[in-house]
């Protein structure tokens, strides 16, 4: 998770419905193997004995995670003879808390750190070089786009831990009362729109936030690019002519074709799954996380709740952006190998199922994936189809924080729906500014 993912964790953890049926099944002979053998070999793991390791992890990402990591500490000082000294530090304060640590020199020996931010943490020269540990055969057992956004200047600086992904959400009973289907291209959601408001005129049938994770499936979707990169530099493609047309289409489905309201402009994720919970509107785009946290808090909707992937332009899938976290070893890391020890243990084997089963978020290994997308779950296959065939990542450049801390996608967007420019203005004075912090 970083700050472009979301922060509306259930209050409580329900069992997640894909845990509940996925049955997948991994065993801790491979995570022991793999553990001793990062700590220093077969003699128990007695490298790490005596020794203590500096775990960060992010608070709030599963609300009550104390049994978790109380078996994490109980095995990994079962398989190392070192102990773990887990500090949780808040997402609203745990990137000054990093950049601080930096300079400070005072850094964990691991830490949970959002996809986004590994590339400045990295060029920073805080993290650890993964590359000589992460073998080719170990890069493919996890899921691509995120094992990208890990790698820095050829160098693999995060591991993926753990990934959400957004894809459509829809009322599968509304559908059936207007006779609808499934959109499977972009002329079809406009179709599927219009008859959400042909069958119920005071419905919203789908909701166009300024939100920078729902219009750039749209953007990629139409073969544009948010930025490009070569070598060290970056360059926007927000005024590409393929993603402004992606960026035309969202929002011509409120401004042209009136399935949204003026409203729906300003409001956050949080927002458009509060409106969908409440039956304001029937389709909407949101989180892998958040079906379970609808249906405990309204059960009457449990079994009225169908989720598709983000349908490409002529069919197949448009990219939707993986949001997630790493597994990050900081240079200060007095015993690196136990560190990497701890690394494997928690983003392989039954740890990561059985984190992403607690937090409903999804592991990050291509094998737990492609047992996902096999669920019989309506709620679970199509986000793990989303994940697995059309994830996507944002720009893998230290500077890519501070264009999410200027808003240049939100403002384009706003500016847009507002009806205050164009597209082609707002999208060139969007590039604009990303360029300028790009050094362009």
């Not at 005596?50 to 990994?76: C, Q, Y």
């Not at 890069?139 to 995120?146: K, T």
């Not at 070598?231 to 949204?260: C, K, M, N, R």
Request: aromatic residues 10%; negative net charge; glycine residues 12%.
């Amino acid at each position: 998770m970083s700050p472009n993912q979301p922060r509306s964790s259930p209050t409580h953890t329900p069992e997640p419905s894909w845990s509940r049926r996925s049955g997948v099944v991994i065993g801790t002979g491979a995570l022991s193997a793999l553990l001793l053998s990062a700590c220093g070999g077969g003699d128990g793991g007695s490298s790490g004995e005596g020794e203590t390791l500096s775990v960060w992890i992010m608070e709030g990402t599963n609300p009550d995670a104390s049994d978790f990591f109380s078996d994490v500490e109980e095995a990994f000082e079962e398989e190392t003879g070192a102990t773990l000294d887990i500090e949780f530090v808040p997402w609203g304060a745990a990137h000054d808390q990093f950049v601080n640590a930096i300079a400070g020199g005072t850094t964990p020996d691991v830490a949970e750190v959002g996809t986004t931010w590994t590339p400045e943490f990295a060029d920073a020269g805080a993290l650890a070089d993964l590359s000589d540990l992460v073998s080719e055969d170990t890069r493919e057992g996890y899921e691509e786009n995120l094992m990208e956004s890990g790698t820095y200047d050829d160098a693999v600086y995060g591991v993926p831990w753990y990934a959400g992904v957004r894809a459509f959400l829809y009322r599968t009973d509304v559908f059936e009362e207007a006779g609808l289907e499934e959109p499977t291209t972009w002329d079809e959601i406009i179709e599927v729109g219009e008859g959400l408001k042909e069958h119920d005129p005071d419905t919203i049938p789908f909701p166009v936030p300024a939100a920078q994770h729902m219009v750039t499936p749209f953007i990629w979707g139409a073969g544009g690019e948010v930025a490009t990169g070569e070598g060290d530099s970056w360059t926007s493609g927000l005024d590409s002519p393929e993603s402004e047309e992606g960026i035309q289409f969202y929002a011509d489905l409120a401004v042209e074709h009136d399935l949204s309201t003026p409203t729906a402009s300003t409001w956050d994720e949080a927002d458009v799954q509060d409106a969908f919970a409440q039956g304001d509107t029937p389709m909407i785009i949101n989180g892998s996380w958040t079906p379970d946290t609808i249906i405990d808090a309204n059960p009457d909707l449990e079994g009225n709740i169908g989720a598709f992937p983000i349908p490409g332009p002529d069919g197949g899938l448009s990219p939707s952006f993986l949001g997630g976290s790493h597994m990050n070893v900081f240079e200060t890391a007095e015993n690196p190998e136990l560190a990497w020890g701890f690394v494997e243990m928690m983003t392989t084997g039954e740890f990561a199922q059985r984190w992403g089963e607690e937090s409903g978020y999804f592991p990050a290994t291509t094998e737990l994936l492609d047992d996902l997308q096999e669920s019989e779950d309506p709620l679970v296959a199509p986000f793990a189809e989303q994940m697995n065939e059309a994830g996507a990542s944002m720009p893998v450049t230290p500077e890519w924080g501070q264009v999410e801390g200027a808003q240049i996608l939100p403002s384009m967007l706003q500016s847009v729906l507002g009806d205050s420019e164009d597209v082609d203005s707002a999208a060139q004075d969007a590039a604009d500014e990303m360029n300028e912090i790009f050094g362009q």
